[in-house]
């Protein structure tokens, strides 16, 4: 079974701050996905990293995919009020499934 | 486009019933999953479906669940007999064809008392 380890599991921060939060695995994947879950919904895929060491940019936030493909880390820069949920990694897809991490919550404060 | 439908939303039922949830996936696409989410444990997979067939269905927790998708556009997954244990929200999500990508739909929040 490969598992996600993802941290820190809560975060709170001050609006305009800056966060890194992390997905770790001693698995090797395919791809990783990021997903950003808001309450009452469903989660809403950010990005996928297929290749080691990408880096990807969605406005304010930066992906990165480990070079061994075993881990990826989320930056936020200038975080806002609209940047909190819950923020869950997943690796594997296709015939396989997907494997998600438990989550981090993030929650930016005004 | 609609995106993938669960029904119902929310599900507020005793101990011993019957439970069945339903989901619509996005047209077109030919896998679909359902999930249980819950603090403790997180997002788990239940069991997938390529091509209307089930793939794998380790994630099921016991004999109690069964799913079924008996066209390419309707899935259900039924618990019988519910537990206080079952109380989770329980996602459907669907994907394209060799895609990873996978799209949610809103959830069933189910409490089992």
């Known amino acids: 079974t490969q598992l996600l380890e993802q941290s820190p599991q809560f975060l709170s921060i001050q609006e305009g701050e800056n966060l890194t939060v992390y997905c770790n695995s001693s698995?090797?994947?395919?791809?990783l996905q990021w997903y950003r879950q808001e309450p009452g919904e469903g989660p809403v895929l950010l990005v996928t990293v297929v290749t080691g060491g990408e880096v990807k940019k969605l406005k304010r936030l930066t992906f990165q995919f480990g070079d061994a493909r075993k881990d990826s880390s989320l930056h936020i820069t200038a975080a806002q009020p609209g940047d909190t949920g819950l923020y869950l990694c997943a690796g594997g897809g296709g015939a396989d499934g997907l494997t998600f991490g438990k989550g981090t919550h993030l929650i930016i404060q005004p | 486009d609609a995106g993938v439908i669960q029904s119902p939303r929310h599900e507020v039922t005793e101990m011993g019933q019957e439970v069945t949830l339903r989901c619509k996936p996005i047209?077109?696409?030919?896998?679909l999953f359902w999930y249980r989410q819950t603090m403790m444990r997180g997002l788990e997979l239940l069991i997938y479906?390529?091509?209307?067939?089930?793939?794998?269905d380790s994630g099921m927790p016991e004999d109690r669940f069964s799913a079924k998708m008996p066209n390419a556009s309707f899935s259900t997954l039924k618990i019988q007999p519910s537990e206080p244990r079952d109380s989770a929200v329980y996602f459907c999500?669907?994907?394209?064809?060799?895609?990873?990508?996978?799209?949610f739909g809103p959830g069933t929040r189910l409490t089992v008392t």
């Open positions: 698995s090797v994947f395919s791809s």
């Open positions: 479906f390529n091509n209307n067939v089930p793939i794998d």
């Open positions: 047209s077109g696409h030919n896998s």
């Open positions: 999500a669907s994907s394209l064809p060799g895609i990873d990508e996978q799209y």
